[in-house]
Nanobody, 124 residues
Framework: QVRLVESGGGLLQAGDSLRLTCVAS????????WAWFRQAPGKEREFVAA????????LDADSVKGRFTISRDAVKNTIFLEVNSLKPEDTAVYYC?????????????????WGQGTQVAVSS
């Protein structure tokens, strides 16, 4: 059984930094792409960043580039999202997801496995 569990969210102030963690279990024998998505109140879930089994990385567009860093601990099956210089518009539920195809894809529909999400709230 595949399970993804996020943690690390909370209430922060603009300019703060945080690290989100996603621990995965039940995924074996495949080349996965791991990703972070976020969903702000009243908005659609959007792609944030992705990393593949070999440690390559892809980032979203300008809204997060330079502030968000995705990384992976292969031994512990854990994915991280480091976020610097938080802004109020980063307020969202952040989700970890896995795509067993191994392809670089950014659509919500491409990811088969999801965590329950962790809330990040940023005050100005």
């Amino acid at each position: 059984q595949v399970r993804l569990v996020e943690s690390g969210g909370g209430l922060l102030q603009a300019g703060d930094s945080l690290r989100l963690t996603c621990v995965a279990s039940g995924l074996f024998g495949k080349t996965y792409v791991w990703a972070w998505f976020r969903q702000a109140p009243g908005k659609e879930r959007e792609f944030v960043a992705a990393i593949n089994s070999s440690g390559g990385a892809a980032l979203d567009a300008d809204s997060v580039k330079g502030r968000f860093t995705i990384s992976r601990d292969a031994v512990k099956n854990t994915i991280f999202l480091e976020v610097n210089s938080l802004k109020p518009e980063d307020t969202a539920v952040y989700y970890c997801a896995a795509d067993p195809s191994g392809s670089w894809r950014t659509g919500v529909e491409n990811y088969d496995y999801w965590g329950q999400g962790t809330q990040v709230a940023v005050s100005s």
